[in-house]
């Protein structure tokens, strides 16, 4: 959130909040466009693989105005591409986990999500293009990741762990060791 702040300043930080809430409202906006064409798991990377560019592109010193830079410039692009994978993280996850995880998998993700708002501070404090660089390096690395997942886009959702598997079969995908699949159906049972 600091390096956002330093970088969309207006004349007042009314001015730089406006622009940063504008961005917000035109990613949540074209985030269901973007589901509805690319699908959860495409949209989800290519936002990624896009702020990691902002990030990297961000590093040259580039100023045409007095107010108006690149960084400035692509501090407003990459929060539209961040809040559209953050809204989206929370949808996606919730169809990938079987409806017995579903609540599990979305209490990890907003724990996982607070955990990196509460170490953006100090990632803030870093000096020069190197918090660029290890948030480009982490958004990158996250796009990839996502790669890994199977596509949710008019699929139903899964009911059971052994859903998840043959959605992963039917893609193409790896699929996880039948031994934990069994493991957890066992213990699920065992609990009614």
């Known amino acids: 959130k600091q390096w956002y702040q330093r970088r969309v300043r207006g004349a007042t930080p009314y001015v730089s909040y406006l622009l940063a809430a504008g961005s917000e409202i035109f990613a949540y906006i074209f985030l269901v466009l973007f589901i509805k064409f690319f699908g959860r798991r495409n949209t989800l990377a290519y936002s990624l693989v896009a702020s990691s560019a902002c990030f990297l592109l961000s590093i040259i010193p580039w100023k045409w105005s007095e107010s108006w830079s690149l960084d400035r410039l ?25 409806t017995s995880l579903r609540g599990f998998t979305l209490a990890l993700c907003g724990l996982l999500a607070r955990l990196s708002a509460f170490s953006g501070p100090y990632f803030a404090n870093s000096s020069g293009s190197g918090k660029l660089i290890c948030a480009s390096v982490m958004a990158a690395l996250g796009a990839g990741l996502t790669f890994f ?15 998840v598997s043959d959605r992963r079969k039917s ?20 609990k009614v």
Do not use: K, S
């Open 74 to 98: 692509l501090a407003l692009i990459v929060i539209i591409w961040i809040a559209l994978a953050f809204a989206l993280l929370f949808l996606y996850l919730g169809e990938l986990a079987p």
């Open 149 to 163: 997942l199977p596509e949710t886009r008019g699929l139903p959702i899964p009911a059971e762990a052994a859903d």
């Open 171 to 190: 893609q193409g995908l790896r699929v996880h060791d039948e031994r934990w699949a069994t493991i957890y159906e066992n213990h699920v049972a065992d």
